[in-house]
């Protein structure tokens, strides 16, 4: 699988997390291609943090409105049915618990739940923007990402970056299979059948529990 | 009283030194007619308060471009490298805050209250010299009000007693930004008489605005 084709899948199997009627919070990259695979007859809300609900796709050229981007500052649309907010009534709905699910991206993330995706000493430190907020705020958290960098493992024992948040993870999505953060530990719920057990272990630094009934990935 | 002045008039009220809050959310919603004529003016040492550092060519990132910002409270800075780049040379000293945090602290600044209760940033660093206070055993740090010597913000359409309607996703920072400066100015894209926005879309009252920059319209 080439990177693009590793991210649409990753976007097409967190879609079917989602359930109709939901509000949900999409990162911005990989985690914004979700809202690609959503089923026409299921109705989900997009929250978009800088201050709406109803968050549309993205607007053909010269339909372009300066007051309507998205979190990411990027041109958007509207649904019938959205709503225009603050950022305090925005941040009220997402740390009120009235986000149903967030999807982010993770530099890294561990056994405890524990999340790292928003600097990198010394090298690049954007700011958090609101996702310290999602993460603690929204009913279930659920990372998107590329099982590794470049190889390296993003899976850990214990994050080495600065976290996010602690312990707020619920899901974790790659190409490789979809991991449950429990009170035990990560458990290897579904696995991509591209590749093996001891394939996905030997790119996890983290322990990875393997259930009797773990199922093909669902994509 | 008239409250209607010209952009550069509305301008001369920031002086050097002064913490300047401004609305805006990477650039939508940014009052940009205000934030070039600061450019063009000069002020220095100013301490920003504002979602984020916008970019390098647009809202509240030229002044930091210019050299005029000392201080920033931001929660984003990652869409203008010049940010960054006097962080690291330490040029401009940078206080990064959870966006619901930031928000939080201006709106209670503007309501009265002393303080709020967060879950955000509990067990990361934003963590680091705060208060934690457990309630029905949750863990919550201790947040305080932020206030400014000024707040800039725009008003899609703003009446000459300073009542505004906003459009699109344009509130952002600018409803609650309105509520704790001690001066406050809206830059009007559209001006109106009173009595032409309906009362019922009036979201910011015009109570709080000391000022309206209007500069003809686009």
Known sequence: MDRSEIKSLIARRVAKELKDGDVINLGIGLPTMVANYIPHDMDITFHSENGFIGLGSVPESGMEDKDIVNAGGQFATVKKGGVFFDSAVSFGIIRGGHVDATVLGALQVDQEGNLANWMIPGKIVPGMGGAMDLVVGAKKVIVAMEHTAKGSPKILKKCSLPLTAAREVDLIVTEMGVIEVTKEGLVLKEINPEFTIDEIKSVTEAELIIPEDLKEMEI | ?218
């Not at chain 2, 009052?31 to 509240?60: F, Q, R, W």
């Not at chain 2, 209760?117 to 067990?123: A, I, M």
């Not at chain 2, 725009?154 to 400066?181: C, E, P, Q, S, W």
């Not at chain 2, 009595?195 to 979201?203: K, L």
Request: glycine share 12%.
């Open chain 2, 1 to 218: 009283m008239n409250k209607v002045v010209t952009i550069d008039e509305a301008v001369s009220h920031i002086k050097d030194g002064m913490t300047v809050m401004v609305g805006g959310f990477l650039s939508c919603g940014t009052p940009h007619k205000l934030m070039d004529a600061l450019v063009k003016n000069g002020v220095k040492n100013l301490t920003i308060i504002c979602n984020d550092s916008g970019y390098p060519e647009s809202g509240v990132g030229k002044l930091i471009v210019n050299r005029q910002v000392k201080t920033l409270y931001a929660s984003h800075i990652g869409t203008n490298s010049e940010t960054g780049r006097q962080m690291n040379s330490k040029e401009l000293e940078v206080h990064l805050i959870p966006q619901g945090t930031l928000a939080e602290r201006i709106r209670i600044a503007g309501a009265g209250l002393g303080g709020f209760l967060t879950p955000t940033g509990v067990g990361t660093i934003v963590e680091e010299g705060k208060q934690k206070i457990e309630i029905d055993g949750k863990v919550y740090l201790l947040e305080l009000p932020l206030k400014a010597d000024a707040a800039l913000i725009l008003g899609h359409k703003v009446d000459k007693k300073g009542n505004i309607a906003y459009r699109g996703a344009t509130r952002n920072f600018n409803t609650i930004m309105a509520t704790a400066a001690d001066l406050v100015i809206v830059e009007a894209e559209n001006l109106v008489e009173v009595g032409e926005i309906d009362q019922n879309d009036v979201v910011t009252p015009g109570l709080f605005i000391d000022y309206i920059a209007f500069g003809g319209e686009n």
